[in-house]
């Protein structure tokens, strides 16, 4: 086993992450089981996080993947059942869920005379699916586990639940308006969940991304030869560090928030992790 970072002892307790057939949140559940905790990796892609479930084993650890549509609630409930039969009661909800669609990303920056009548997918083009579907994936796919997983929680001392936001949350990335409003949802759902579940021993944090170059986004980043695309430059340009992050430098704030002895007075935060970024006005 892997040693662990900040000497956060997870042992005995249960971790649920969702969206663990991901790249970050399967990453997430590994770091969780180095620690000590019994993982139960849910994806819609069971495969994906059965795959990672079965890595997490092979190293030493307890984990094991269930297919979960955590749009749907009756679903995410049953699994929620399944887990606590197969480990116990969740200790850690990490609701890792989320994306993008293209049907809710504009084709350009800034909307221009002639782009309605043109064959750019403008502003007036956004898909209502597309966007109903984004919201609905980042935001309803955060309340649903929760009520599925924190009814497990409720007046058991030490649980917490951590979210995924990101920069968009901050100050809203151009072409992504429905990703950017969703992320803003998580930040503040955080300090509500925080406030509302103060009383009965859960503390509720998030984790801000900032840019991180991973295979899921890599066409976006990098072109075929390898050059960065221009995104990438503004992106490397508006982050003082100058660089894209690291999977594993998330680790860090991520334990740092279940450690119940270093952050048991730490609830309702965003802790963005960023190279900068939010912090950077561009002058």
Request: proline share 4%; charged share 20%.
């Amino acid at each position: 086993m892997m040693p662990n970072v900040l000497n956060t002892d997870l042992t005995g307790k249960v971790a649920v992450v969702t969206g663990a057939g991901g790249v970050l949140c399967s990453a997430f559940a590994k770091v969780l089981a180095r620690a000590g905790a019994k993982v139960a990796l849910l994806d819609l892609n069971y495969e994906a996080a059965d795959k990672f479930a079965q890595e997490i084993v092979a190293e030493g650890g307890t984990a094991k993947a269930y297919k979960c549509n955590v749009l749907d609630k009756d679903i995410c409930f049953a699994v929620a059942d399944e887990v606590e039969k197969d480990f116990g009661p969740c200790d850690i909800l990490l609701n890792g869920a989320g994306g993008n669609n293209p049907r809710a990303t504009t084709d350009k920056e800034y909307f221009e005379l002639g782009d309605i009548e043109g064959d750019t997918k403008s502003f007036f083009d956004l898909d209502k699916s597309g966007v109903e579907f984004v919201f609905n994936l980042n935001f309803i796919g955060t309340l649903l586990p929760t009520q599925a997983f924190a009814r497990q929680m409720v007046g058991r001392e030490g649980c917490n639940i951590l979210n995924i936001s990101s920069m968009n949350a901050y100050t809203p990335l151009t072409k992504i308006p429905a990703y950017s409003g969703a992320k803003a949802a998580i930040s503040n759902f955080t300090q509500w969940l925080a406030v509302h579940f103060s009383k009965v021993g859960i503390r509720v944090n998030a984790i801000a991304p900032g840019f991180f170059s991973t295979a899921q986004n890599a066409a976006l980043l990098w072109n075929p030869d390898g050059t960065p695309t221009a995104r990438t430059g503004k992106i490397l340009a508006a982050t003082p560090m100058g660089r894209f992050g690291q999977p594993e430098e998330l680790n860090g704030a991520l334990l740092f928030l279940l450690n119940n002895e270093a952050a048991g007075f730490v609830t309702g935060v965003t802790i963005p992790i960023d190279g900068g970024f939010s912090a950077y006005s561009g002058v």
